[in-house]
């Protein structure tokens, strides 16, 4: 993948929060930490609305859907 330096500037604690996982071998170094970063938190939009769609959902309708559509394979199931 292609890659383009950038600068940034960063408040000095949170650099020293950012080195510590570094300093673990979490991540290789400083931009492979702040790529990860990034990417999680571009990331969060789409797991949001994921999370807002499942929650319109009606549970006891899509149960009741789930089991009408195997109901006439469940009789040969062996029981467990």
Not at 15 to 27: E, N, W, Y
Not at 37 to 43: M, P
């Amino acid at each position: 993948m292609a890659a383009s330096k950038v600068a940034v500037t960063i408040d000095v604690r949170l650099l020293k929060r950012l080195d510590r996982p570094v300093a673990s071998g979490k991540f290789p170094n400083r931009s492979r930490a702040i790529q990860e970063a990034v990417r999680e938190k571009l990331g969060r939009p789409d797991r949001s609305r994921l999370a807002r769609e499942a929650a319109k959902l009606d549970v006891a309708f899509e149960q009741a859907m789930a089991e009408e559509g195997i109901a006439g394979y469940a009789a040969g199931w062996p029981e467990y």
